[in-house]
T-cell receptor, first 115, second 111 residues
Framework: GAGVSQSPRYKVAKRGQDVALRCDPI?????LFWYQQALGQGPEFLTY????????KSGLPSDRFFAERPEGSVSTLKIQRTQQEDSAVYLC?????????????FGDGTRLSIL | QQPVQSPQAVILREGEDAVINCSSS?????VHWYRQKHGEAPVFLMI?????EQKGHEKISASFNEKKQQSSLYLTASQLSYSGTYFC????????????FGKGTSLLVTP
């Protein structure tokens, strides 16, 4: 596809359930990022992949959050034993290679609501 | 590490100009500007690299003062389509990749 694709667009889960969010980056983009965006706030960095290597996961809020990109393309963000504070929009972004001087292209996000 | 944006919100009449500021306490390598409409993805506007350059995109331009770690986004002769929330994202000189976003500036352009 032409842009970053995320699915599902909306996800409602009960507290304690596990969820999996998918990101399909722009073809050929080496770098992939996950962000969490709370209502009325800017995106907050969660984790960064360069190809299949997770180079930085310092932004993941707890060990309930896990991300992978096994073949260097599609990525999945998994949240185990969800809690209400996990409710947010989860954005995925990709860039060709170096982020410092290249744009990140964002998907529309997955809006996660924990009941 | 989060940059500070000002103002928090702006209301303009169509055709008016606006300036949005972004300030960081860290030495910056680059500043990235995005616009996000409600329920949509942030859309890339431009990147400014250290060197104090100014870039333009039609009636939207920006500057970057690396000595002051500040960037400004200039919206000229605003159009209704400019409405949205503007975010600056900064890359620190010593971090290499992570974008730190401000809280955003909400811009509303009215007829």
């Amino acid at each position: 596809g032409a842009g970053v694709s995320q699915s599902p667009r909306y996800k409602v889960a009960k507290r304690g359930q596990d969820v999996a969010l998918r990101c399909d980056p722009i073809s050929g983009h080496v770098s992939l990022f996950w962000y969490q965006q709370a209502l009325g706030q800017g995106p907050e960095f969660l984790t960064y992949f360069q190809n299949e290597a997770q180079l930085d996961k310092s932004g993941l809020p707890s060990d309930r959050f896990f991300a992978e990109r096994p073949e260097g393309s599609v990525s999945t963000l998994k949240i185990q034993r969800t809690q209400q504070e996990d409710s947010a929009v989860y954005l995925c972004a990709s860039s060709f290679y170096r982020v410092r001087d290249q744009p990140q292209h964002f998907g529309d996000g997955t809006r996660l609501s924990i009941l | 590490q989060q940059p500070v944006q000002s103002p928090q919100a702006v209301i303009l009449r169509e055709g008016e100009d606006a300036v949005i500021n972004c300030s960081s306490s860290k030495a910056l390598y680059s500043v990235h500007w995005y616009r996000q409409k409600h329920g949509e993805a942030p859309v890339f506007l431009m990147i400014l690299l250290k060197g104090g350059e100014q870039k333009g995109h039609e009636k939207i331009s920006a500057s970057f003062n690396e000595k002051k770690q500040q960037s400004s986004l200039y919206l000229t002769a605003s159009q209704l389509s400019y409405s949205g929330t503007y975010f600056c994202g900064t890359v620190n000189s010593n971090s290499g990749y992570a974008l730190n976003f401000g809280k955003g500036t909400s811009l509303l352009v009215t007829p």
